[in-house]
């Protein structure tokens, strides 16, 4: 009888050993996270601690430990990697025995999302294992949020860093002395630290190193100096990327095309082609350049922009003497003074020849290559009352590659009656005087209107007579370097990313007279 009962009890443990441990059905769900045993710890909160001994933090209950190489923040970083051993509900924390601690000094070691209970994997959060080499423990504080410079919304999960060496190049080349993570609201928090002056910055790691040493790698930094004790301080950090070095991202060679795509937007002034004369065309957009050539034979092509230069070799390409004609097609038919239609050709085009397009009845309007799309022709409306009208292109008023033009074709259009558009007084306050903005109205991610001033008054009013009745995201651009465009971070030049204000209007109504303010800063 008893040999049965033992083998039945062995028998039991082993199926127990073997399974795996999951919640019992019915009852409470299992919400609560391990906590910490204050009474049963050794060397927890300890000062005057030599590191030659275990620190051992004991758990309410069973818990597994996880990526501890991932999840552990160790402030300030030690130099040679920390031992953890998990035993039952207890955490051994050992140091290596040639492990020198920096004296006088407040050590915390962040578990972050390490210790999960067994059951349902509640995580144990912001539990820091505290001690010191001194006879007490530091008890300073810096609290602060990260926000993505461009979208103003808080970034969560961002290392954030403290240096005590002044230097920005420390930045670059050194861990930090301390390090912590935003949390799900953009906010950050360091505890237990020594009263002096410290250097705060933050970082999108790619490597996990905790400093800055790749250019795809967002970063932002606090001007000045951050400190403990500051009652009711909160640092602010905006984060961007710097301006990737220039480079030729992308480049394309097609019969009669030569392209190329760079890492940033290209001043066409700085860009060079060589022979000249073998080029019939160049658009330029942005980030990107377009070289037309026609040539009988092939030939090499020299490029050069600031410090790239490149040779490429081209295939003979040359225009086909019988004329190709296209048809454009209508995108946008409706129009207003601040909105105009447009017209799309298949191809970039290469001129516009105005005295071939008309209208009928005749009326006063502008009709242009886009700046940002060449395949496209802006319809500008000059006049102010509403009316249905026909823009007639003949034949041979676009010229694309290829001896390609288009035949000639007529475009139905409308303006939009006053009725049916909302009128706008947007009030601008608390703007600093004599510096340059850019106010931006956009629906759904694309862009309505641009305007660039400087400001003249603390506040100044705009009045927008001819909106589409909708829901606009405002964006005012501090424009610093008065360049019409938003810049990131500079580290090298210690210049911020400028400054981005953002609002939601309220819905615009059509034939209605609206008044808003916007509070920059707030």
Known sequence: MFRIFGWLCFAGVFALSCANIKQLPGGQADIIAPKIDTAKCKNLFATNFSGKEPIVVHFDEWFRFLNPTKNIIVSPPTKLPIQYKLKGKRLLISF???????????????????????????????????????????????????????????????????????????????????????????????????????????????????????????????????????????????????????????????????????????????????????????????????????????????????????????????????????????????????????????????????????????????????????QIIDIVYQETKPIYFTIILDSMAVRMQGNRTNRTDTFHLKTKVDESLSRLELILDSLQTSQQYILNFSYKDKPVLQKVFVAENTMETFRFTHLDPLVYEVKLIVDRNQNGKWDPIDFKQKQQAERIFGWKLKELRADWDQKMILNVGE
């Open 96 to 374: 290596d025995k040639n492990e020198v601690l920096e004296p006088q000094t407040t050590y915390s070691i962040n578990l972050g999302e390490a210790v999960r209970d067994i059951t349902a994997q509640n995580i144990a959060r912001n539990i820091n294992v505290v001690f010191s080499t001194g006879p007490s423990i530091d008890s300073g504080e810096i609290r602060g949020k990260v926000f993505d410079a461009q979208t103003n919304k808080f970034l969560a999960k961002i290392p954030v860093t403290l240096y005590k060496n002044q230097e920005d190049s420390a930045f670059t080349k050194t861990k930090p002395f301390y390090v912590t993570y935003t949390d799900t609201a953009g906010s950050f928090h360091f505890k237990y630290l020594k009263d002096t002056v410290y250097k705060l910055y933050a970082i999108q790691d790619k490597n996990q190193n905790y400093f800055y040493d790749q250019k795809i790698e967002s970063i932002g930094y606090y001007e000045g100096n951050a400190r403990p004790f500051q009652s009711g301080t909160e640092y602010i950090i905006f984060l961007s990327q710097e301006k990737l070095p220039l480079k030729i991202k992308n480049k394309v060679i097609k019969p009669g095309l030569l392209a190329f795509a760079f890492t940033q937007d290209i001043e066409k002034e700085k860009t060079k082609i060589s022979p000249e004369d073998k080029f019939v065309k160049t658009i330029y957009y942005e980030d990107s350049i377009l070289y037309y050539y026609n040539s009988a034979e092939e030939f090499n092509a020299y490029f050069e922009l600031e410090a790239i230069k490149d040779t490429v070799k081209l295939n003979k390409y040359t225009e086909p003497d019988s004329v190709q004609m296209e048809k454009l097609v209508l995108v946008k038919e409706a129009i207003s003074q601040i909105d105009s239609a447009q017209i799309q050709s298949p191809s970039p085009i290469f001129s516009l020849d105005e005295s071939k397009i008309r209208s009928t009845p005749e009326i006063k309007f502008l009709a242009k290559i886009n700046l940002r799309n060449p």
